[in-house]
């Protein structure tokens, strides 16, 4: 049986092949093999190692060492070894190396994550001792691209709460490496259920990106946006008010936490101050935490004054949560949502670390927000959507 290789396994054969050419292909064949037999085992004793379970068949007892011949030379393997009334020996060493079938793996994972045409047609001929045209390779690649634009330009609805945010990657322009915005759109939905609504790919200026970009997604159909929740990005605002004039702004707090620290005059102080902020957001209403920040800018107009006037310019903005439903405030009150979401992204990323154009970082970042998207609207309602209004409401 072939088994496809844990993700961070193919992680780790995508970085060495991107850091070693042909030269790291034997130890790319190695480890994948290895994970592969180690699956089969544990599909074979019915459980993992470890794992409790009353599927259980046998034991997993230790690895020994086995040398192999292959087309890139000797290699010496682990091959997992069983106690208990079960027989295993992996199918791979049985029938032959299956190495091949194995790295196609990892060249896929290559080709997703930006590396260039030509260096796939290259390793796929090491591979497989065949002649892949880049035409061939360029075919995949359109077929690809046009189910992730599909995707990206799919229809929308009614979108209540909007979230929005933006990373930074390196691309590659005109031979300068240059740092490219990423934007991300996340909703949730009149239903309740998290959304991502789509993504953006941009070397422009940071308001003219913003702009188009939500742009982008009312032509797409996008409407009824009571609240965007998001960090001070740059340029952000600017462009809401051109895109979504009326509509409510929560700054996240948890950025605005850590934002504060730079104007703390003393690493000492800073405790007391993250305490007084997480007092003013926890706050009963908002009648409640303004009357706490009144106090916290007058407590530092002298002993730190640029806090002081920070607090009483910056804080009203993650205060607009308090204007919308009790129930649904400790979702909102953050961007924390898109945690997840750049973290996936930033497991990528890291791999290919500078991308050869802007269209190979949009193809790598809309495959992985595809995924999370598809996931998120299959389970359960993240937020329940009450009668109840804010008191204010967008367009």
């Not at 393997?77 to 079960?86: L, T």
């Not at 330009?153 to 979108?159: D, Q, S, T, W």
């Not at 032509?219 to 960090?231: A, F, K, N, P, Q």
Request: hydrophobic fraction near 40%; glycine fraction near 6%.
């Amino acid at each position: 049986m072939a088994n496809q290789p844990d993700s961070n396994v193919v992680e780790a054969v995508v970085q060495l092949l991107c850091e070693n050419g042909f030269d790291g292909l034997a130890e790319a064949v190695r480890i994948l093999l290895n994970e592969a037999m180690r699956t089969e085992r544990a599909h074979a004793l019915g459980a993992a190692e470890y794992e409790r379970s009353d599927k259980r068949r046998g034991y997993a007892n230790g690895f020994k060492p086995k040398t192999v011949e292959t087309r890139l030379g000797a290699m010496t393997v682990q091959v997992p070894q069983v106690r208990g009334d079960v027989e295993f020996y992996p199918s791979a060493l049985e029938r032959g190396v299956r190495s091949e079938r194995a790295l196609k793996l990892a060249v896929a994972e290559m080709y997703v994550q930006g590396v260039s045409t030509r260096k796939v047609t290259e390793v796929m001929k090491q591979l497989c001792g065949l002649e892949v045209s880049s035409t061939q390779v360029s075919r995949a690649t359109k077929l690809l691209d046009d189910e992730l634009t599909a995707w990206r330009k799919r229809p929308l609805g009614k979108v209540q709460y909007l979230l929005l945010d933006a990373r930074y990657e390196k691309v590659r322009q005109a031979g300068a490496v240059l740092s490219c915005a990423v934007l991300i759109a996340v909703g949730i939905t009149e239903d309740g259920r998290r959304s991502v609504l789509g993504a953006s790919v941009s070397l422009s200026e940071a308001e003219v990106h913003w702009r188009d970009f939500l742009a982008s997604l009312q032509e797409r159909g996008m409407h009824g946006v009571e609240l965007v929740i998001s960090d001070d990005h740059a340029g952000l605002k600017a462009a809401l008010e051109a895109r979504l004039p009326g509509v409510r702004w929560q700054r996240c707090q948890f950025h605005l936490q850590q934002n504060a620290a730079q104007y703390v005059p003393r690493v000492q102080m800073r405790a007391e101050v993250g305490a007084e902020l997480r007092a003013i957001f926890d706050a009963s209403d908002r009648t409640d935490a303004e009357r706490r920040l009144q106090l916290a800018v007058a407590k530092y107009t002298k002993t730190a004054p640029k806090l002081s006037t920070w607090l009483e310019s910056n804080v009203p903005e993650a205060l607009t949560v308090f204007d919308f439903p009790a129930a649904h405030r400790r979702r909102l009150r953050t961007s924390n949502l898109l945690e997840r979401v750049n973290k996936e992204l930033k497991r990528r990323t890291r791999v290919a670390t500078l991308f050869p154009n802007e269209a190979a970082l949009l193809r790598l970042v809309s495959a992985v927000l595809m995924e999370i998207s598809e996931e998120w609207e299959s389970e359960k309602v993240y937020l329940r959507i009450e009668d109840s209004k804010p008191t204010e409401q967008g367009a």
